[in-house]
């Protein structure tokens, strides 16, 4: 079971950028399809974005799309999602898990870590 542990978030301006990162602190990463999810203060976890174990298939929520982008360095086991054009409605935590590789959802019995806040203010 994947054990991942997120960075990078933090306070930044409406248009601004950020990179999260997701580190996997057991097994290695490289051999799951991983995905950042994310829930806003009294909203349910949403899916944002997906990468397929081999970084050939990706996938995104419409509200992110041509905004975010998530790549994986299978080498350094780290998945990232590269956030740009933030908007104060993608204020929330952020969390790495690993997903089911059609990138539908995530893996049967996934750990939640702590996650990382991103705060845009406006």
């Known amino acids: 079971q994947v054990q991942a542990v997120e960075s990078g978030g933090g306070l930044v301006q409406a248009g601004g950028s950020l990179r999260l990162s997701c580190v996997d602190s057991?097994?290695?990463?490289?051999?799951?399809?991983m995905g950042w999810f994310r829930q806003a203060p009294g909203k349910e976890r949403e899916f944002v974005a997906a990468i397929r174990w081999n970084g050939e298939s990706t996938r995104y929520v419409d509200s992110v799309k041509g905004r975010f982008t998530i790549s994986r360095d299978n080498a350094k086991n780290t998945v990232n999602l590269h956030m740009n054009s933030l908007k104060p409605e993608d204020t929330a935590v952020y969390y790495c898990v690993a997903v089911t590789d059609n990138l539908r959802g995530p893996y049967p019995q996934v750990s939640w870590g702590q996650g990382t806040q991103v705060t845009v203010s406006s």
């Open positions: 057991g097994p290695t990463i490289s051999s799951y399809s």
